[in-house]
């Protein structure tokens, strides 16, 4: 042999019945995230008892865990002779592309780093059966079609983030979460270990982050919105060791995950304070939080505080290698701030304009301190405010427009906006769907998601790193919980980051999912599987109103009833587009034969005056937001109570909007109403007016609040025309205290019906 160094060389058994001359099962491509380039050729690669696996000291990572995977319940069985052969390749630039050939002789894996060399098993891996996960294969002889693979992600931060804050979870499942990151190529956890409920990590120099930070006495029941807020009484809380989490980086490290630690600052911090008082502007000893939000007791810029997250950050150092340290910046109300004579002294003496000056003054000095020991800072893009530390990476949360500032400025950036990264939003319009903090983000935005705000130059585009999916666990008690919200739209966010815009075709990736549900299971993760539920939408041609259904997984039928009743195996079968003419009820589900896959979808279309009408919005809703359009405020369709994202509710950020729908001619009208979302923890508030005009007659109309999450609001009236406008001014800004304090607010308007 001339091989420089052979780490490994090994035989594989691969059947549990019978040899070569048996039927094989070929196995299809069917990658999940997409590859730049893949063809299929003639012939196929038989695995059997005969099998090498050749590979180099600089590629044992890959090679150990394609020997560890394919091994797992196999027995040795006769077989042609062939081989998995790894090869450095230089010539490969991107270093975490790869080349994968299959050929009947063999399988040849390029890659340049040992990085690529081990996407390129991830690849592999799902090449073959999903009853390798588990280690207990029983099938037939196993093929893999000839084919090349070449291969490259599109970004180089690739992430997913967890909150242990506000529910922890076990070490074995962090790990489990990583397993998955690194099967989808995703090469970033973001692990967010501080917060106001709970600080997790532990820090040997100050005990009582353990003693007390760690723990609240209680947790809130049901969901912040809820009147009166019910707690269950219980004591919860933990930290994770310094050995625990050594021990999940190493692991990490192995799967070429970086661990990203999070330690907010200045605000989130009353866990911290609780333990240790003196780090607050008042020096009173306050609780860890019990319930969800944002809270005024933040760190005070002196002394004792920068002295004490120095010291944390040193033990942080010590445990994280990654480059980066996530050091929070988000939500940090300043009214302690302003009512604190050390504050205020400092404003002046360091000659700041104000609060937000201040706490850019605080990141910064926060990001010389990790710079002198050779790390970055990254943070969300709060800190802008007041001017943007000099080595900073922002984290884009709040829409795009953080990002486009920085990028702008020749800052780093990380997309991760609400709108489509927040997988703590619910994913279903089913009303039996897990307790969830709101909003709605189904899988096919999230696949749709471009990281690349479009406001930005391609120079400018350099600067967007990637982009990665959130997790906030408030509502997510348990781990099966979180795999429910994380997947599938993990899967979706690794193509978003992975593939390049031109591979990325969401009825393709449906296709895959479908099929890729099947390792899910073996791999014992509790998905959430939507696939099956129907999409209906609202048309109008011809002065005619239809209704139109339709799924995205092939070989299935839509059988539905108009009258309410359940569609079963003998229901109408969906062919074309059905006419509305008066209000309905309909129910549809997708069947494959006589069985029916899915929930049931129910619809009540209420055909009121305003339906097919023409309707103008003298504002465009906000991307993020902008439902069905303008015709969907008008298409009998009401949006979600608690899903403020579904295609229904149309979304303004900060702005007053003037709606106008014109009928063919005069109406007589009796009422006009609407709906307005007021979900003030994710920054939406209702207006406190509307005005509506017809025909020249005025009316203006306060609403009334009272902390609902839906507000409703009424016109009854006789009038008569061929004209509605309804002007209906923002809230403004959001007062201090809040969530998003100081920021405009959202304006989100649900169906307008006029009868």
């Known amino acids: 042999m001339h091989f420089k160094k052979i780490a490994f ?397 920085a990028a702008k400025s020749g800052h780093n950036v990380v997309m991760t906006p609400t709108s489509h990264c927040y997988f703590d939003y619910y994913q279903s319009e089913n009303e039996d769907e897990p307790l969830a903090i709101g909003g709605f983000l189904p899988l096919e935005k999230v696949y749709e998601f471009n990281p690349i705000p479009e406001e930005l130059t391609e120079e400018e585009s350099k600067y967007v790193l990637g982009a990665q999916g959130n997790v906030w666990t408030e509502y997510m008690p348990t781990k099966d919980q979180v795999e429910y919200m994380a997947f599938p739209r993990m899967l979706a966010m690794s193509e978003v980051v992975w593939s390049k815009p031109k591979n990325k075709n969401y009825e393709d990736f449906v296709s895959r999912l479908e099929k890729f549900h099947k390792r899910l299971d073996a791999l014992d993760i509790n998905y959430a599987n939507h696939l099956y539920e129907i999409e209906g939408n609202m048309v109008s041609k011809n002065d005619t109103t239809y209704y139109e259904l339709k799924t995205l997984t092939d070989g299935k039928t839509i059988r539905y009833t108009l009258d309410g009743s359940e569609p079963d195996s003998k229901a109408q079968i969906y062919k074309s587009q059905l006419p509305i003419t008066e209000s309905t009820m309909l129910k549809s589900a997708v069947f494959k034969e006589k069985k029916q896959l899915g929930k049931t979808f129910t619809q009540d279309i209420n055909f009121h005056k305003a339906v097919g009408a023409k309707i103008t919005i003298d504002k465009e809703p906000h991307k993020a937001y902008s439902g069905s359009g303008a015709e969907g ?27 106008t729908i014109e009928f063919d001619s005069p109406k007589e009208i009796e009422t006009i109403s609407t709906r307005f979302h007021n979900g003030n923890g994710q920054w939406i508030y209702a207006p406190l007016e509307v005005e509506i005009e017809v025909e020249e007659e005025i009316e203006k109309i306060k609403l009334q609040t009272n902390d609902k999450n839906i507000v409703e609001f009424k016109l009854k009236k006789e009038l008569k025309g061929k004209t509605i406008k309804l002007k209906i001014p923002n809230y403004g800004t959001i007062p201090e205290g809040k969530q998003g304090g100081g920021n405009k607010a959202w304006t989100f308007i649900d169906e307008i019906i006029v009868n």
């Open 9 to 405: 060389v090994l035989l594989l058994s691969v059947f549990i019945f019978g040899c070569v001359e048996n039927e094989v099962e070929t196995a299809k491509a069917l990658l999940i995230p997409a590859p730049v380039n893949q063809e299929f050729r003639d012939g196929q690669f038989v695995l059997s008892s005969e099998t090498t696996i050749h590979f180099e000291d600089e590629f044992s990572v890959a090679g150990n865990f394609l020997t560890e995977f394919l091994k797992l319940g196999l027995k040795r069985a006769k077989g042609v002779e062939n081989r998995i052969n790894f090869v450095k390749d230089s010539t490969i630039s991107n270093p975490e592309g790869y080349t994968i050939e299959v050929n009947p002789i063999h399988i040849e894996i390029s890659a340049a780093t040992a990085q690529g060399a081990f996407y390129a098993v991830q690849s592999l891996r799902q090449l073959l059966p999903a009853e390798f996960e588990t280690g207990k294969f029983k099938g037939k002889d196993i093929a893999v079609s000839a084919t090349i693979i070449k291969d490259h992600p599109q970004f180089q931060y690739r992430g997913m983030h967890l909150d242990v804050s506000r529910h922890m979870f076990s070490v074995e499942f962090i790990k489990k979460y990583i397993d998955a990151l690194a099967m989808l190529k995703m090469n970033t956890f973001h692990w967010h270990l501080t917060d106001d409920q709970g600080w997790r990590i532990e820090i040997k120099k100050y005990p009582k982050l353990q003693e007390v930070a760690a723990f609240r006495d209680e947790t809130l029941i049901g969901h912040y919105s809820d009147q009166p807020h019910q707690f269950d009484g219980k004591r919860y809380g933990g930290f994770y060791t310094q050995d625990e989490i050594k021990d999940i980086v190493a692991y990490a490290k192995k799967r070429f995950v970086t661990v990203i630690p999070e330690i907010e600052m200045p605000g989130h911090a009353q866990a911290a304070i609780a333990a240790y008082p003196e780090l607050g502007c008042t020096g009173e000893q306050i609780e860890v939080v019990t319930k969800w939000g944002v809270f005024e007791d933040i760190y005070c810029p002196n002394e004792k505080t920068f002295t004490f997250l120095e010291d944390v950050l040193d033990e942080v150092i010590e445990l994280f290698p990654s480059t980066y340290i996530h050091i929070g910046g988000d939500e940090a109300p300043k009214t302690r701030w302003k009512n604190c004579e050390h504050c205020q002294a400092l404003i002046k003496t360091e000659g700041l304009k104000d609060e937000h000056e201040l706490q850019s003054y605080f990141i910064t000095k926060m990001e010389k301190y990790l710079n002198s020991k050779g790390r970055q800072i990254i943070g969300w893009d709060e800190i802008l405010e007041g001017g943007l530390a000099p080595n900073a990476t922002v984290m884009s949360w709040r829409g795009t427009s953080g990002a486009v500032e």
């Open 633 to 659: 405020l008008i298409n009998g369709i009401n949006g979600s109570d608690s899903r403020y994202g579904d295609k229904e509710w149309l979304g303004f950020w900060g702005e007053d909007i003037e709606i």
